[in-house]
């Protein structure tokens, strides 16, 4: 079946370092990925997406390219700030809308 | 806009007792999610509904969850009896696609989560 892993945390990085957080899935198909974020104290949020190979999504400076050949979706941030900290999620989507999460990873940012 | 509510947000009960979740979606959203976050992974999928009626139940454990969307619009969650390993955070979440695709957006909105500790 479907399922994602992620780079297992946590992660814990200065302020201004770069950031990657790996993900690697399986699916039959072409599915679309997504990276949802998670802050203390709130729900899940959409961070960016992409729905083909070879798109980059993109959104707060965090980037991830949908790689098919690798079958990967790595998040990447040049310069994290404090907030930042939080819990990042790796996901797949394929068929009628039912999304399939990674385990999480968390990430703290120290100033 | 206002955002997907949950009550309560944290509830605590012993094993072999009952407990109900409430969501209330995104206004004029026709799909609702019910998910279930244990510790240390990601949420899963329990239940969706497309307006008042079931889409996907099939990792919902049906001999004692239960979800119902009576009119379309809120949902309850119900754990009866609760076991142990039911301790987890359940989430619901909307989105305004509607079963043709033709109008809304697929992207789910979440709500903060209720979290469940079964002693």
């Given at each position: ?111 | 806009?206002?955002?997907?509510a949950q009550s309560p947000r944290y509830k ?8 109900a979740f409430w969501c209330n ?51 309850t ?15 619901c ?18 709500g903060p989560?209720t ?5």
């Amino acid at each position: 079946g479907n399922s994602v892993t992620q780079m297992e945390g946590p992660v814990t990085l200065s302020e201004e370092a770069f950031l990657t957080i790996n993900c690697t899935y399986t699916a039959t198909g072409y599915p679309s990925l997504f990276w949802y974020v998670q802050y203390p104290g709130e729900g899940l949020q959409l961070l960016l997406k992409a729905t083909k190979a070879d798109d980059k999504g993109s959104n707060k400076g965090f980037e991830a390219t949908y790689r098919k050949e690798t079958t990967s979706f790595h998040l990447e941030k040049g310069s994290v700030q404090v907030s930042d900290s939080a819990v990042y999620f790796c996901v797949l989507r394929q068929g009628a809308q039912k999304l399939v999460f990674g385990q999480g990873t968390r990430l703290t940012i120290n100033p | 806009e206002a955002g997907v509510a949950q009550s309560p947000r944290y509830k605590i009960i012993e094993k072999r007792q009952s407990v109900a979740f409430w969501c209330n979606p995104i206004s004029g959203h026709a799909t609702l999610y019910w998910y279930q976050q244990i510790l240390g992974q990601g949420p899963k999928l329990l239940i969706q509904f497309q307006n008042n009626g079931v889409v996907d139940d099939s990792q919902l454990p049906k001999d004692r969850f239960s979800a119902e969307r009576l009119k379309g619009v809120d949902s309850t969650l119900k754990i009866q009896p609760a076991k142990l390993e039911d301790s987890a955070v359940y989430l619901c979440a909307s989105s305004s696609l509607n079963r043709d695709r033709v109008r809304g957006s697929n992207e789910q909105f979440f709500g903060p989560g209720t979290r469940l500790t079964v002693l």
